[in-house]
């Protein structure tokens, strides 16, 4: 059984919000997968289901930080919703409309050119198989998520653009 951890930011209004509603208001919201369970990325490192459960209860959403190409100094929105399910790490957040950069990823993200979402943390505990040398990872401290052009998970990428 696979347990779902769901965080979201308070006061966000995001919570259970249905597919009419998402498409109701073009404001800057997306979602997708920024890690996938059980798949190699790029580095032969694979996540395993519960990675990411101890940090999202110490974080919850707020926080992880929402960045543009794994950059610090370039914040671009905030994560309102994060959780795990079977596949992976789900990511729902909000590019800010108001910054230059925001209304850039925004346009990108909307016409299909910039749609990678990649994860930023510290790996807390890992397993590496000593025939092959891939390593699976236990557990993750996440400290952000950031939208991508060449994500190191073929897989995580914006599944969807408000």
Do not use: C, N
């Not at 807390?124 to 040398?133: S, V």
Request: hydrophobic share 45%; charged share 30%.
């Amino acid at each position: 059984m696979v347990e779902v951890v769901r965080f979201s930011r308070r006061g966000s209004g995001v919570r259970g919000e249905g597919d009419a509603l998402f498409a109701a208001r073009p404001d800057g919201r997306f979602e997708g997968y920024a890690s996938l369970f059980g798949i190699a990325d790029g580095a032969g490192d694979v996540m395993a289901r519960g990675a990411f459960a101890g940090s999202l209860r110490r974080r919850g959403a707020g926080g992880v930080k929402l960045l543009y190409q794994h950059a610090a100094a370039e914040p671009i929105g905030v994560w309102t919703e994060l959780y795990e399910d079977a596949l992976g790490l789900f990511a729902r957040g909000r590019v800010l409309t108001d910054l230059e950069r925001g209304r850039d990823v925004l346009a990108l993200m909307r016409e299909g050119a910039l749609d990678g979402l990649s994860v930023g943390f510290k790996t807390r505990q890992a397993r590496t198989d000593r025939r092959t040398g891939a390593r699976t990872i236990l557990e993750a401290d996440l400290w952000e998520v950031s939208v991508v052009t060449f994500p190191m998970l073929e897989g995580a990428r914006v599944r969807r653009v408000g």
